[in-house]
């Protein structure tokens, strides 16, 4: 699936399969959690994963603080 497809949602947290370039769903939903924050992101939202952990994140600095914690300062 891709954003410009329309399929009607669920409710609740989706279940994906992340692919190189898109993704596919495995259990419908509206969102999935950042690995790292917790915070969900609406799928419709999501650009940024990871194909080899298989896990989502909200944001570049998310990936660079789960990449390279090392040289993130808080």
Do not use: H
């Not at 954003?3 to 399969?17: D, K």
């Not at 692919?19 to 509206?30: E, N, Q």
């Amino acid at each position: 699936m891709n954003r410009f497809e329309r399929i009607p949602l669920a409710a609740g947290e989706a279940e994906l399969r992340y692919l190189d370039g898109d993704y596919r769903i495995v259990r419908p939903g509206s969102y999935v959690r950042c690995a790292v924050t917790g915070q969900p992101i609406p799928l419709d939202e999501l650009k940024y994963w990871s194909v080899e952990r298989q896990e989502a994140y909200s944001g570049p600095d998310i990936v660079l603080r789960r990449f390279q914690p090392a040289s993130i300062k808080d």
